[in-house]
Every structure is written in C-alpha cells, then in structure tokens.
C-alpha cells in the first residue's frame, strides 16, 4: 500500500459528512454510475448525501420541446430507467441559476463533469469545500479552451485513473490531485472457473459515439472470423443499432439489458474488447475481467491502469482492428493460454472493490474538509487575536 493511500485511510472518521454530487444530468453513462455507487455507499455509511442532476435550457424548436416532453414523460412512468433512479438519497433535479437556491448547504460538494465545474465553483461557501471529480478529459469532444479552463478552477481534484493525474499534475500543474481508482462489484460481476467455449465467443460494447470504437471492433471480429468461421459476437448497449454502424452478422445483441444479465453476457464471452479511442477508467473491460474474461483493449486511458500484457489480456493501439485481431486469436487459438489469462483477469478484478475505493474517498473529502476548517480557525484566531 502506497505511503498516499496510508495517509488517506488514517484519518478516517465516523463523523457525519454532508456530501452534494452535481450531475450534468440523467442518464446511463458510467459517469453517473459510478457516482450513484459512491453516494449509496457513502448512505451506508452514515453520512448525508445529495444528487443535483442539472436540466439545461430547451432549444426553442418543437422537435427539442417534444423530445424533453417525451423523456420527462417515459421517466415519470418509469419507462426509460437510467443510474440515478437507483439512488437511494436526495435527489435535486434543477437548472444551473437555482442550484444555490436548492442545494443545501453542506460541508462537500463535488463537481463531476467540465459542464458542472463552473456552477459548482461559483457556489456559496456554505455549500461546502469544493472539489472537482474528473472522470474523463473531455476536451476531444468539446470546446478544449473551454474544457481546459475548468481543469485550473482552484477546486481539490479527484481522479479515477493514472492518466487523468498525470494530466492534472503535468499539464494543470496540480501536484496536489488524488488518485482514486473505481471499484466494482465484485458479488455481481463475478463467475465461475470455466473453459474456453466451444465455439469460442468475443463480447463488446455497443455504442453509436465515434470515439467508443465499436466499427473497429467490428472489424476486428471480422477479421478473426475468416480463421475462426464460428465466433460468435456478443453486444449489449444502451442504443439499438443503426444502418450507419451495423452490427456483424449473427451477433446476439441486448438492449439496456439489466445488471443481472450483463454479467452473464460478460461469462458468456471469452475475450472482452475495448476499442475505444480515450477512457477515463472503462467500467466494462473490468467488470468482464472479474467474470474471469481476458481483455484485449485500446492504449485509450483508464485500461492501462488494470489490463497487463501478456498476463490478463492485451493492448494494442488505437484503431489498430488487425492487431486486436491478431491478439483475439492468440488468445482464442490455445486453451492453456487462455486458461491462464482467465484466472489472472479474475485475480486483478477482485482488487477493485467499491469497499476499498469508497474508503479512500471518504478519507480525502473528509481530509480536505479537516484542512479547511483548521484552515479558517487559524484565520480567525489570528483575527481575534488583532482585534485584542
């Protein structure tokens, strides 16, 4: 254990925190899923927790009208579950103008997103000591001057992976910035040992964005399939597909599927890929890794951080289809090897556990909040001290 998580887990306490997550809204991205994890947790603990999801102004054109009508609608009847409705504190829905009217005041309030950084940074001190919780580096898909700014924002920054800290430390010159890997968890995601199946099956992601990289995972899988005629693709997603990116043929695909069944999807397949082109973290690589599935992922991020070459999986370039190829048949083509690989994704999962990571969290809030508060003590002892 590293002399940084020493210092983190020494001073935790019992104490009450009251504890605010701002949201940039709903949703079932891994962003949201990871906050909602914390903050039941964070319940479970004792302390006070709330979400703010913000809801951001309506272009005014009847076909944006009527989408946010029909989302609002499909949420109230509980139609279209996402992350939050699996919150089990306070929760806010509000625009950005009256966040310091509704949220109450607090001792932490965090930031999880670049378009929530400014309207956390320009709330009251009674709301609490500010952080910035960075899960991604989104300046690829936004405004980067923009997105840039908010990483020099004086908020304490929390991040999920080596990279993003490397990032704050080097770039935003934040030597201060913790690291706090994500949990997962491991009762759910979790399987049995078993062997390689026959035939033998890859799984992935589905997503319509670009950046995620399903058409070169895609490829990929065709590529193999020209060795290995009967592999067969596994995808779960939270879109239906589109003629722009069809899915390969003969692929068995799951809609929203819930969490239940996505570990069985995950212990269905025998290798997991990851071809995204930038990750924060990647919650699914390691989630399939802990249902005793290998990897072989992009060098996008976050999986550096948990995906060994050569031991529980491999990496390989962004956009490189024919070398995720290559590596999907070494793995694939020799059962001992696979075998291997298997028990060591499994043993490298089991390390990421929500426990562990809510107890680091829990220690650097309650740390900065400490050193804040001993902070204004000081200031006022040296005020009265004038004053007298």
């Known amino acids: 254990m590293s002399l940084a998580i020493r210092g983190l887990l020494s001073v935790r306490t019992t104490s009450q925190v009251r504890i605010a997550f701002v949201l940039p809204g709903r949703g079932l991205s891994g962003g949201n899923r990871v906050v909602v994890a914390y903050g039941n947790r964070l319940i479970e603990r004792g ?5 703010a999801c913000l809801r951001w102004r309506v272009q005014r054109r009847p076909k944006a009208i009527l989408r946010r009508l029909r ?8 139609l279209d ?51 910035y919780f960075l899960q991604h580096y989104e ?42 890997p994500n949990g997962i968890d491991t009762e759910l995601f979790d399987a049995p040992p078993r062997g390689l199946h026959q035939p033998p099956a890859v799984g992935v992601l589905f997503s319509r964005q670009k950046w995620k990289g399903s058409a070169v995972a895609f490829e990929a899988v065709r590529i193999v399939r020209r060795r290995l005629p009967g592999l067969r693709l596994i995808c779960f997603g939270a879109e239906a597909p589109i ?16 969490q239940q069944q996505i570990r069985h999807i995950y212990a269905s397949a025998d290798v997991w890929l990851c071809a995204s ?14 249902c005793r599935c290998p990897v072989v992922s992009t060098r996008c991020g976050g999986p550096l951080d948990f995906v060994e070459e050569g031991v529980n999986g491999h990496l390989v370039d962004v956009g490189d289809a024919a070398g ?15 075998q291997r690989m298997s028990e060591s994704a499994y043993a490298t999962a089991a390390r990421y556990t929500w426990d562990k990571a809510t107890d680091l969290f829990e220690a650097a809030l309650q740390r900065a909040i400490a050193r804040n508060r001993r902070g204004e003590l000081a200031e006022k002892t040296q005020v009265e001290a004038g004053a007298g």
């Open 243 to 258: 003629p722009s990116l069809p899915l390969p043929s003969g692929t068995s695909f799951y809609l929203r599927p819930a």
């Open 47 to 51: 302390h006070d927790v709330t979400i």
């Open 81 to 131: 579950r996402d992350h939050v409705d699996d919150f089990k504190g306070r929760l806010i829905s509000t625009g950005v103008a009256d966040l310091p009217r509704r949220l109450p005041d607090g001792d932490a309030v965090l930031a999880t997103h670049w378009l929530t950084a400014d309207p956390v940074a320009a709330l009251p001190a009674s709301k609490g000591e500010k952080f």
């Open 277 to 290: 082109t930038t990750e924060g973290f990647a919650l699914p690589p390691l989630e399939a890794m802990a």
């Open 324 to 338: 995720m190829a290559e590596r999907m048949l070494d793995i694939l083509s020799d059962p001992a090897r696979w």
């Open 139 to 180: 300046a690829p898909f936004f405004n980067p001057p923009d997105v840039d700014a908010t990483w020099r924002l004086p908020m304490r920054k929390i991040v999920i992976s080596t990279w993003l800290q490397e990032l704050a430390r080097d770039r935003f010159n934040d030597p201060e910035v913790v690291l706090i």
């Open 71 to 78: 989302a609002d609608a499909r949420s109230l009847l509980g």
